[in-house]
Each structure stands twice: as structure tokens, then as C-alpha cells.
């Protein structure tokens, strides 16, 4: 028997049960559709983080913990690493500082930068220029939203009420200094540990103010100062820290495990990736597992399919056998048949994944948003849902090994039935 009469046997078969062909197709397109869309959500929430991740200017930045400030030493040794660029010490003050500005009040955290460092790295201000004398100070997006008077903090108060009976937060964007900052003379007061008090005031110059920080959500009221501030004021206590700055996020695993290698404690959020990768990936294999559950149901319909095309069947495969088919020719017959019902049902459902896929992504961040009220998620990279190749190969090579096997019993059973007692049965 040729094959081309072996398809054709078999789609004549198809044609003749249209209606429950049709339903198992269905059934078997609705297990692997679910399968592929499931997970298909780990894809998306895996890329989503990713980027995020990925969209950080700290992703080619190695940061190196420690108690003491780095040693000329150990920097010359950093520097002299390939594909390191700059390396940057920098020093968080212990306490707040203290600003005023007229009759404005405000408190913010504040670093010690070395500005030689900075300077050859690409600029972080939205305008003005770096500190050149101790005096002088950048300052970050929103110090001027921190800054407040009497007015000011009665408005916020009453304003957080209002929304805090509306189930929402208030964060005091209307109201701080509205004048321009730039050039502005300020007068800070640094904390001292020791007595618990603030120092007496000092004036500094605004001569730069830092860029918009990449997160809406963060109020960057950041004071820096140059390393020049500590020959004024010796004995105030910070908290050193150094960052190294990778030329590309490819030389950024090297370095830092050359870095490890000599004992230093250093991290980066590369290595987050690679924790990010571990997880999705079990978690995608335990969203397929449930997914494959699905198709192992659908499998139920394309069994009993099969089982009746056998009983339906059985005068012909007498027939067969009587003109010399073989057994293995009867099985790949009904198991050509089972294949047919896998791949339709597949490919039917890689169509309606993709579909879905597309409808989420559009459709679900307005609905994020609309169940948020307050939040406009419509602007950011949110990936709900995604669908590689990869998945839909799985998704499909599971679906078609389960239409198989569902058919092989059936098939094997085809076999054994005898010629006399088919030839017998009535039409």
C-alpha cells in the first residue's frame, strides 16, 4: 500500500467523522493553547525583569564593600585591570543634613564623591557643573521639593489626608522651593554623632543639579560634595565605599571573578541575572508541567476517538488483512491518523497563543492601570506575556508525543483483531 493511498485512507476516514474529529482537534488545541500561553506568562515576567535590570546604568558597575576607604594600592591594582574604566571612591555621611534657604527648611542624605573620578565618567546633570571648590555643591532632581516652609508643610499635611481618606499617597510634588536653584547659596548643617546635635552653619553654593532619576517613584534630594570637604571637616563620620566602572556588561563577570579571585568582596547586579535565569527557569518547567496536565486530559478525547475509528473500523481492517496488510501497515495507519489530530491540534494552538499573547500585552497594562487609578503603566516596557520559539517547540513536541502515544493502544489493538470475526461483522 502506497503511502499516498495510506493518507488517503486516512483522510477519508477524517472526512467521514467530521464533528468528532473536529471537537478532538478542538480539545487537543485548547491543552496545548493553555500549555503554551501558561507559560508563556514566566517568558514575559522573566523578560520584563530583565530589562529593568538591564535598562540600570549600575549593570557595568562592580561595587566593592568594605570598612575602610580603598588603599592607593589596591586602586592602582583595580585600574591597572583590563576593561575597568574608572574607579570611584565615595563616602556616605553618618547623619542628615540640614539645608535652609530663606524662610525653608529641609533634610536630606548626603555622599562625599571624588570629583576627579566623576568627571571621567559620561555627566549625571541635568545642568550646571561639578564641584571644583569645597564650598560648593550638586544637589539632587527634587532637593528643591524637600525644601519647605510652614505653608508647605500645612498643605502637605491636609493634602495627605484628603488622599489617604481616597485610599491613595500624597508625595508632595506641589509644593518646596519654586525659585532656581542653581548658583543659590544654601547653609547646611551637618549632624554630629557624638554630641547628637547639628553643627553650626555653614554656606555652600548650588553649582550643579543631578539629572531625573530613572525611576518616577524616587524623590532624589541627594547632597554631593567633593573630598575636598573632609580637610574642612575631619571628624565627621561616613561610611566608604568604592565603585568600579565596567567598559560593557560583557567584561563584567570577568573582572569580578578576577576581583573574588584576590579576595575582595565585590557584587553586581549581573550576578542577579544569573539568579533571575535560575529561578524563571524553574519556574517556566513547573508552569509547563502544569500546562502539559492539560494536554494529558485532552488525550482522554483523542484515546476515545481512536478507540471508535478501531470499532468502526473493524470490517475494513478485516478487509486489509484479508488482501495482505501487514500489522505494522494496520497500526501506521491509525497511528497516522492520532499524528493528524496532534498536529492539527497544535498548530491551531500556536495560533491562538500568539493571538492571546498579542491581546494581553496591548490590552493588560491599561487594565493594570485602570484597577491602580493612580498608576499610568501604559508608557512602561511591561511584557506579559511572551512566546519564543523555543517554548513553542516544546509546547509542540509534547502535544504530538501525547496524540501518539493516545493512539497507540487503539492501534495495537487494530492488530489483533481476526479476519474471520471482522469479515463477519455487518456494515
Known amino acids: 500500500m502506497l503511502f499516498k493511498d495510506q493518507l488517503q485512507f486516512v483522510l477519508q476516514h477524517m472526512k467521514k ?23 508563556s506568562i514566566g517568558f514575559g515576567i522573566q523578560q520584563t525583569m530583565k530589562n529593568e535590570i538591564l535598562s540600570d546604568e549600575a549593570i557595568t558597575q562592580i561595587e566593592l564593600w568594605g570598612d575602610e576607604t580603598l588603599s592607593e594600592e589596591d586602586q592602582q591594582y583595580i585600574e591597572g585591570i583590563d576593561h575597568v574604566n574608572v574607579v570611584m571612591n565615595q563616602a556616605d555621611l553618618s547623619g542628615m543634613v540640614k539645608s535652609s534657604l530663606e524662610d525653608r527648611e529641609g533634610e536630606s542624605n548626603a555622599s562625599i564623591v571624588d570629583m576627579e573620578a566623576q568627571q571621567q565618567l559620561p555627566s549625571t546633570l541635568s545642568e550646571g557643573r561639578l564641584p571644583e571648590e569645597p ?14 516652609n510652614d505653608a508647605d508643610m500645612a498643605a502637605i499635611e491636609q493634602k495627605s489626608k484628603k488622599a489617604e481618606e481616597a485610599g491613595s499617597y500624597y508625595d508632595g510634588s506641589e ?11 544654601v547653609t547646611l548643617q551637618f549632624y554630629d554623632d557624638n554630641t547628637q546635635e547639628y553643627m553650626e552653619p555653614a554656606p555652600f553654593k548650588i553649582v550643579g543639579i543631578l539629572s531625573s532619576p530613572s525611576y518616577d517613584w524616587y524623590v532624589d534630594s541627594t547632597i554631593l560634595f567633593s ?14 565605599a568604592t565603585t568600579i566602572y565596567v567598559d560593557s556588561i560583557e567584561n563584567v563577570m570577568p573582572v569580578l571573578e578576577l576581583l573574588k ?9 549581573v550576578e542577579q541575572l ?33 478507540t471508535m475509528a478501531v470499532t468502526e473500523r473493524t470490517r475494513e481492517i478485516g478487509v486489509l488483512k484479508a488482501i495482505g496488510a501487514s500489522p505494522s501497515l494496520i497500526q ?33 497594562p491599561y487594565v493594570v492601570s485602570f484597577a491602580l487609578s493612580d498608576e499610568d503603566l501604559s508608557n512602561y516596557e511591561l511584557t506579559f506575556s511572551l512566546i519564543p520559539w523555543s517554548l513553542v517547540v516544546i509546547a509542540g513536541g509534547i502535544s504530538l508525543a501525547v496524540a501518539i502515544l493516545s ?13 474471520i470475526q471482522a469479515l463477519r461483522q455487518e456494515l
Do not use: W
Not at 564650598?135 to 519647605?148: F, K, M, P, S, W
Not at 579571585?261 to 547586579?269: A, G, M, P, R
Not at 491518523?337 to 492571546?356: D, N, P
Open 17 to 39: 467523522n467530521k464533528l468528532r474529529v473536529t471537537m478532538t482537534v478542538l480539545a487537543a488545541m485548547i491543552g496545548c493553547a493553555f500549555l503554551i500561553v501558561l507559560a
Open 135 to 148: 564650598n560648593e555643591i550638586v544637589v539632587g532632581y527634587h532637593y528643591a521639593q524637600i525644601l519647605l
Open 175 to 185: 509644593e518646596g522651593y519654586k525659585g532656581e536653584l542653581l548658583n543659590k547659596e
Open 227 to 240: 573630598d575636598s570637604l573632609l580637610d574642612s571637616y575631619p571628624n565627621l563620620i561616613t561610611y566608604p
Open 261 to 269: 579571585e584576590q579576595n575582595y568582596q565585590v557584587y553586581s547586579q
Open 274 to 306: 544569573e539568579e533571575l535565569d535560575m529561578f524563571f527557569l524553574i519556574f517556566k518547567i513547573g508552569l509547563i508541567f502544569i500546562g502539559t496536565i492539560a494536554i494529558l486530559i485532552a488525550s482522554i478525547g483523542i484515546f476515545n476517538t481512536m
Open 332 to 364: 501506521r495507519l491509525f497511528l497516522m491518523e492520532s499524528t493528524f489530530i496532534g498536529i492539527l491540534g497544535t498548530l491551531l494552538a500556536i495560533i491562538v497563543s500568539y493571538a492571546i499573547s498579542f491581546a494581553a500585552n496591548a490590552i493588560l
Open 407 to 419: 493512539g497507540l493502544r487503539p492501534a495495537r489493538n487494530a492488530t489483533k483483531i481476526e479476519v
